[in-house]
C-alpha cells in the first residue's frame, strides 16, 4: 500500500473530516492511563472496563490511520500529515486543539 501525501489543503480537509474520532482516541488513551494508574497493584486483575477502553481505543487508531495520518501522540492528540516541499518529504503537524493545520 502506498502511503498517502497530503496538501495542507487536504491536510485540512482531512483534519476536520477525523476531528471527531481524534478527540475520542485522545480521551479514551487519557482513560486508559488513569485505569491503570488507580489500580495500585499492576500484578493484579485488571478490570473488564479497562478492556473496552483499550478496544475503543484501538478502533479509534485504525480509523485515523486508515486516512493516511500518523500519531504521533494520543496523549497531547497530536497527528503527522505526510506531505512534500520542494522536493522533500516532510509533515504537517497538527495538535487537534489547534484551529487549523499550519506547521510543518
Known amino acids: ?3 498517502r501525501i497530503f496538501t ?3 491536510a485540512r480537509e482531512c483534519a476536520g ?3 471527531p474520532v481524534a478527540r475520542l482516541m485522545r480521551r479514551l488513551f487519557r482513560d486508559m492511563v488513569n485505569s491503570r ?3 495500585g ?3 493484579g486483575p485488571v478490570d473488564r472496563a479497562y478492556f473496552a477502553l483499550v ?3 484501538r478502533s479509534a487508531v485504525g480509523r485515523i490511520e486508515a486516512e493516511g495520518v500518523r500519531i504521533q501522540n494520543p496523549h497531547t492528540g497530536f497527528l503527522d ?3 512534500m516541499r520542494e522536493g ?3 509533515v504537517l503537524c497538527w495538535s487537534i486543539d489547534e484551529p487549523s493545520v499550519a506547521y510543518w
Request: net charge negative; aromatic share 8%; proline share 8%.
Open 41 to 43: 497493584n499492576l500484578e
Open 55 to 57: 478496544e475503543g481505543f
Open 88 to 90: 522533500r518529504q516532510v
Open 17 to 19: 473530516t477525523i476531528l
Open 81 to 83: 500529515f505526510p506531505a
Open 37 to 39: 494508574d488507580g489500580a
Open 8 to 10: 495542507p489543503r487536504s
Open 1 to 3: 500500500m502506498s502511503m
